[in-house]
Every structure is written in C-alpha cells, then in structure tokens.
C-alpha cells in the first residue's frame, strides 16, 4: 500500500516569513495530493490539492509543487499570518482506482509568531 | 449546505464497556468514511463505505470493532468491548465517488476509555 513521509513534524516561523513543508510518497500510482489544515481541536479541511497532471498550483498565499519522478510533493506558504497556526497534513490516493483512499502524512505542526 | 455530522462530540466510557458513534454525511455524497486519529498523527482510515457497500475495512480491527451503513447515508461504528488504546478521536468523512474526491470531515468523537 501507499506510504506517506511527511517532514518536518514542527515548524516555527516568524510572522511573514515563509513555510514549507515536504512529504514523500512511495506508489507511482498516486495520482491526488491534497492537503489538509486543521485547527486545534477542529476538524481537518482541504486547503489546495494537487493532481498528477500539473507541477504547481497556487492559490494566494498557498502554492503546492510536486515532483512525480523523485515522488515528493511540497506545500509552500507565504507571508505567514499568526492565523496559519494548526496542523498541515499532506496526502496521496490513486483517484482513478474508482475507490480511491486517502493515505495521510503524520502531519506537521505550524506555528506563527507575532 | 450542513457538513457531516457525528455524534456524540466527546465520550468517555470504562474498559470493556461497548460504544457507538453516529454519522450523518453530506447529502448527495455516495462514499463515507471512518477514519482513527491518534493525538498527533494523521487520520488512519478504518473503513470506507460506497453506498451500503463496506469496499475497504482492511484495517478495522473486526474482532472488537464493526460498522454498518444501512440504506447507504447515515453509519455507526461500534467497539466493544473498549480498550484503553482506543482512546483517540474517530472522524467520519464523505465524498462523492469520481474522479478526485474532496473528502469533508465532521467533526469527531473524542473517546476516552478509562
């Protein structure tokens, strides 16, 4: 099955510098990788996701790279806000199974100093 | 439009008692999941459902832990009897079945087994 490496487990920036965290997968059949931002306490919800057609994709401050040769992925952050506080977990599934699952990463906690 | 629904939020029962947790999904959306978060990890899928269909409980613990989706909308995940591991939060998740599926989070039952 699909595994998922996820680096690195915290991250501390100061307010408008950059963040990024990588993950590595191990199935060339992946195909979607999405990530997921969850908040303390709250329920995880998809911030930007990716598909194996495209290299990058951005959406404001938020832009995720991916590389399918190496089998990483990469969720960039710019000008971070103390707001971006939570925990990012990144993900892979092979979508054209039809019944795809989503493996996660184990996860990467953000944090956002003033 | 109402997200997932999951009840109850939080539980806290004694080892070896039985417990259920309820899902609503997103209406319209045919594939729910169940998934088991540890404190500071990722979501681990435990089964996913398309329909009624259960078509991936491989990593459900079947001989304390089952689940059923009558009519194919609303689940319930049943333990018993309850260990002290299974102390994390489950959360359900929906999506429709094609091509690239979002999947929606509710937001969780935090069980405690003392």
């Known amino acids: 099955g699909e595994n998922v490496e996820q680096h690195p487990s915290t991250l501390s920036v100061q307010e408008g510098d950059s963040a990024v965290i990588k993950c590595t997968y191990s199935d060339s059949a992946s195909n979607y990788f999405p990530w997921y931002k969850q908040e303390l306490g709250k329920r995880p919800q998809l911030i930007i996701d990716?598909?194996?057609?495209?290299g990058e994709k951005k959406d404001q401050r938020i832009a995720v790279t991916l590389n399918k040769t190496a089998k990483h992925f990469s969720l960039h952050i710019t000008e971070t806000q103390p707001e971006d506080s939570a925990v990012y977990f990144c993900?892979?599934?092979?979508?054209?199974?039809?019944?795809?699952?989503?493996?996660f990463g184990k996860g990467t906690m953000l944090l956002v100093s003033p | 439009e109402a997200g997932v629904v999951q009840s109850p939020r939080y539980k806290i029962i004694e080892k070896k008692q039985p417990v259920a947790f309820w899902c609503n999904p997103i209406s319209g959306h045919n594939t729910l999941y169940w998934y088991l978060q540890n404190l500071g990890q990722g979501p681990e899928l435990l089964i996913r459902y398309e329909n009624e269909e259960a078509v991936d409980d491989s990593q459900l613990p079947k001989d304390r832990f089952s689940a059923e989706r009558l009519k194919g909308v609303d689940s319930t995940l049943k333990i018993q009897p309850a260990e002290l591991g299974d102390s994390a939060v489950y959360l359900c998740?929906?999506?429709?079945?094609?091509?690239?599926?979002?999947?929606?989070f509710g937001p969780g039952t935090r069980l405690t087994v003392l």
């Open positions: 990716i598909r194996s057609n495209v």
């Open positions: 993900a892979a599934s092979n979508a054209n199974s039809g019944y795809s699952t989503l493996t």
């Open positions: 998740a929906s999506s429709f079945k094609f091509p690239y599926n979002e999947q929606f």
